[in-house]
């Protein structure tokens, strides 16, 4: 998707991917289903992960970039503002919090 120039679809799976762990870290330490949200430092929190401050400010950033309920005009708006370099940027920090998150599990 990056090659091809799908900018905004890196960003929505780089946010799934990053939900989904989160997801599995709260199954595996309550053994309850995880809450229905898509934000990020929400789960974090939920999961009982501590953020750094920069962790927590990426999160936040990148929990935007879940659209499956969002309309056309704001789907629009955040193609526009993903840029090659921006989602290059978010694509290394979003492999970096996945590496990260998997030590954390059981």
Same mark, same amino acid.
């Given at each position: 998707?990056?090659?091809?120039?799908?900018?905004?679809?890196?960003? =929505?799976?780089?946010? *799934?991917?990053?939900?989904?762990?989160?997801?599995?870290?709260?199954?595996?330490?309550?053994?309850? =289903?995880?809450?229905?949200?898509?934000?990020?430092?929400?789960?974090? *929190?939920?999961?009982?992960?501590?953020?750094?401050?920069?962790?927590?400010? =990426?999160?936040r950033k990148l929990t935007k970039y879940y659209i499956g309920t969002r309309y056309p005009e704001e789907i629009s708006a955040l193609a526009k503002d993903a840029t090659r370099e921006l989602v290059e *940027?978010?694509?290394?920090?979003?492999?970096?919090?996945?590496?990260?998150?998997?030590?954390?599990?059981?």
């Amino acid at each position: 998707m990056l090659a091809s120039g799908r900018y905004l679809y890196v960003l =929505f799976c780089s946010q *799934q991917a990053v939900e989904k762990l989160l997801k599995a870290i709260i199954v595996e330490r309550s053994a309850t =289903f995880p809450p229905r949200t898509h934000d990020l430092v929400q789960l974090a *929190q939920v999961a009982t992960v501590a953020l750094s401050e920069e962790q927590d400010l =990426f999160l936040r950033k990148l929990t935007k970039y879940y659209i499956g309920t969002r309309y056309p005009e704001e789907i629009s708006a955040l193609a526009k503002d993903a840029t090659r370099e921006l989602v290059e *940027q978010s694509l290394l920090r979003t492999k970096d919090v996945v590496k990260w998150l998997e030590t954390l599990r059981k």
